[in-house]
């Protein structure tokens, strides 16, 4: 496959956005197959056409190129790269089922630190030096990924912790992306409903270290988890240099975790130096994902370790994970983002460690996603809380009743309110001095999906309204829903 690159104007996967002198990909997918839109992206000017190997233009068609490759989606992804040629010269992924987004973020705060240009790409969208851009998916398209890669080097971005979702790995997306070193945090039940089991799921991930980490790179890798051996295998074999972390880590190792009011105090062996330091953020994944981050920043950068063990102490917890919504009289109440039982089952433990009361659960599952594992969060609820409430989450276009009642079968004895405002109003109302409360399922989203309308929610915000009506007797006001 050939092609002049200058003489392109732009690149799209989206007929809608063709314009004169642009390369139309005419990808197939699962939903809808782009070979069904070429003759609308040579309408509206497309100059060349991507397609898989033995697409035809339509009859007549003249002065446009047709391109074809036996995989358009990574040829596509390498395209974009060359065609935005700009990277931040140091880039970092990491990718797992959990961990991802707070993982990401601390690189970039480490990064920070030390003096860094640095900046975040994945679920919370692009944040650099205090702009916040959001962005749809974790992993965006590649001609938008690369797009967006170019931006943050034109405006100094020298230094950026991506997230590297299994879709994204699967679909190439990150084909093309110039990285230094990869983390894995973990995995676990999630996204079968599009990888159809968990070796699909795992083969996915393992993309990362396989074919995209250059032999030059860095593994930072999760020494306490079954995967971490057929990684390390893959690693090896390819030559590329581990950091391993954890429990069981050589070169990152925990050696004591103590709860210490809101944080905890670590003992840590880092490259065989014993360090103690008082990590700010509560739940043992949370000293996973800061190991797996100081790893991603270390490996690259030896020589400011110190500067960055040191920043570990000031680490901010990303929006939505674990984050604590001040001001209750009694108890605590804290939001997180956790939608697969192994988050679920995290950070009812790690909260367990800082409650004298009772431990309640309010969470929900997403609608048109993997159901296999709504009666499994609920079992999770049922043994790790003293206390849940099943609520709705994002119910899409499922009937949401029929969404609780599969959670409802994992969790039988569980309160049920549909409502996810009143579950929230409920639960706080009902905490007593040494409670803790956790709302999951949504963590940072700003809005509930409904069948035909999305409606302004935040699980934060209504938390706080509700714990201001405790202390102030004001009525919570309701939204407006938006259509």
Same mark, same amino acid.
């Given at each position: 496959? &050939?092609?002049?690159?200058?003489?392109?104007?732009?690149?799209?996967?989206?007929?809608?956005?063709?314009?004169?002198?642009?390369?139309?990909?005419?990808?197939?997918?699962?939903?809808?197959?782009?070979?069904?839109?070429?003759?609308?992206?040579?309408?509206?000017?497309?100059?060349?056409?991507?397609?898989?190997?033995?697409?035809?233009?339509?009859?007549?068609?003249?002065?446009?190129?047709?391109?074809? !490759?036996?995989?358009?989606?990574?040829?596509?992804?390498?395209?974009?790269?060359?065609?935005?040629?700009?990277?931040?010269?140091?880039?970092?992924?990491?990718?797992?089922?959990?961990?991802?987004?707070?993982?990401?973020?601390?690189?970039?705060?480490?990064?920070?630190?030390? *003096?860094?240009?640095?900046?975040?790409? *994945?679920?919370?969208?692009?944040?650099?030096?205090?702009?916040?851009?959001?962005?749809?998916?974790?992993?965006?398209?590649?001609?938008?990924?690369?797009?967006?890669?170019?931006?943050?080097?034109?405006?100094?971005?020298?230094?950026?912790?991506?997230?590297?979702?299994?879709?994204?790995?699967?679909?190439?997306?990150?084909?093309?992306?110039?990285?230094?070193?990869?983390?894995?945090?973990?995995?676990?039940?999630?996204? /079968?409903?599009?990888?159809?089991?968990?070796?699909?799921?795992?083969?996915?991930?393992?993309?990362?270290?396989? +074919?995209?980490?250059?032999?030059?790179?860095?593994?930072?890798?999760?020494?306490?988890?079954?995967?971490?051996?057929?990684?390390?295998?893959?690693?090896?074999?390819?030559?590329?240099?581990?950091?391993? %972390?954890?429990?069981? =880590?050589?070169? /990152?190792?925990?050696?004591?975790?103590?709860?210490?009011?809101?944080?905890?105090?670590?003992? #840590?062996?880092?490259?065989?130096?014993?360090?103690?330091?008082?990590?700010? #953020?509560?739940?043992?994944?949370?000293?996973?994902?800061?190991?797996?981050?100081?790893?991603?920043?270390?490996?690259?950068?030896?020589?400011?370790?110190?500067? %960055?063990?040191?920043?570990?102490?000031?680490?901010? =917890?990303?929006?939505?994970?674990?984050?604590?919504?001040?001001?209750?009289?009694?108890?605590?109440?804290?939001?997180? %983002?956790?939608?697969?039982?192994?988050?679920?089952?995290?950070? /009812?433990?790690? /909260?367990?460690?800082?409650?004298?009361?009772?431990?309640?659960?309010?969470?929900?599952?997403?609608? +048109?996603?993997?159901?296999?594992?709504?009666?499994?969060?609920?079992?999770?609820?049922?043994?790790?809380?003293?206390?849940?409430?099943?609520?709705?989450?994002?119910?899409?276009?499922?009937?949401?009743? +029929?969404?609780?009642?599969?959670?409802?079968?994992?969790?039988?004895?569980?309160?049920?309110?549909?409502?996810?405002?009143?579950?929230?109003?409920?639960?706080?109302?009902?905490?007593?001095? =040494?409670?803790?409360?956790?709302?999951?399922?949504?963590?940072?989203?700003?809005?509930?999906?409904?069948? !035909?309308?999305?409606?302004?929610?935040?699980?934060?915000?209504?938390?706080?309204?509700?714990?201001?009506?405790?202390?102030?007797? &004001?009525?919570?006001?309701?939204?407006?829903?938006?259509?």
């Amino acid at each position: 496959m &050939t092609l002049d690159l200058s003489t392109l104007k732009g690149l799209t996967q989206d007929s809608r956005m063709v314009r004169d002198g642009y390369l139309f990909a005419a990808l197939p997918g699962s939903k809808m197959d782009g070979r069904d839109y070429i003759p609308a992206a040579i309408e509206r000017g497309a100059s060349v056409i991507l397609a898989p190997e033995g697409t035809q233009l339509p009859p007549g068609v003249k002065n446009v190129k047709l391109l074809t !490759d036996p995989n358009p989606r990574q040829a596509l992804a390498k395209l974009a790269a060359q065609f935005y040629a700009r990277q931040p010269a140091h880039i970092a992924v990491v990718s797992g089922t959990n961990g991802k987004t707070s993982t990401a973020l601390f690189v970039q705060q480490l990064w920070n630190a030390a *003096g860094h240009n640095a900046a975040s790409l *994945g679920t919370l969208g692009v944040r650099c030096a205090g702009v916040v851009k959001s962005g749809a998916m974790t992993t965006p398209g590649p001609v938008a990924l690369q797009a967006g890669l170019a931006d943050l080097a034109a405006a100094g971005v020298t230094h950026l912790a991506m997230e590297a979702s299994s879709h994204g790995l699967d679909q190439y997306r990150l084909d093309g992306v110039n990285l230094e070193a990869a983390g894995f945090t973990n995995l676990s039940h999630d996204h /079968l409903d599009y990888h159809g089991s968990m070796e699909e799921y795992f083969a996915a991930k393992a993309r990362l270290f396989e +074919e995209l980490l250059p032999e030059n790179g860095v593994a930072v890798l999760n020494a306490d988890i079954p995967e971490f051996e057929k990684l390390q295998a893959i690693c090896k074999r390819r030559g590329v240099k581990i950091l391993s %972390y954890g429990h069981h =880590g050589k070169d /990152l190792k925990i050696l004591s975790v103590k709860p210490a009011g809101h944080g905890q105090d670590l003992e #840590l062996g880092i490259t065989g130096a014993h360090k103690d330091i008082t990590l700010p #953020l509560v739940g043992e994944f949370q000293v996973m994902n800061a190991l797996c981050a100081l790893g991603l920043v270390i490996a690259n950068d030896p020589a400011k370790k110190e500067t %960055y063990i040191e920043a570990l102490e000031k680490l901010q =917890g990303a929006p939505g994970r674990l984050q604590r919504v001040p001001g209750h009289p009694k108890g605590a109440v804290y939001v997180d %983002y956790a939608h697969t039982p192994d988050a679920l089952e995290n950070i /009812l433990k790690a /909260l367990r460690l800082h409650t004298k009361g009772k431990l309640v659960c309010v969470f929900g599952c997403g609608g +048109e996603r993997d159901k296999a594992k709504r009666p499994v969060m609920g079992e999770v609820a049922e043994q790790y809380a003293d206390m849940t409430i099943v609520t709705d989450d994002n119910p899409r276009g499922e009937n949401p009743a +029929e969404i609780r009642a599969a959670i409802l079968s994992g969790v039988p004895a569980a309160q049920q309110i549909a409502d996810r405002r009143e579950a929230i109003t409920t639960a706080i109302k009902q905490l007593e001095i =040494g409670d803790v409360l956790v709302i999951a399922g949504k963590g940072h989203e700003q809005g509930q999906i409904f069948a !035909d309308h999305t409606t302004h929610f935040d699980d934060v915000e209504e938390a706080g309204k509700a714990i201001a009506y405790l202390k102030h007797h &004001t009525p919570i006001k309701e939204e407006k829903e938006k259509a």
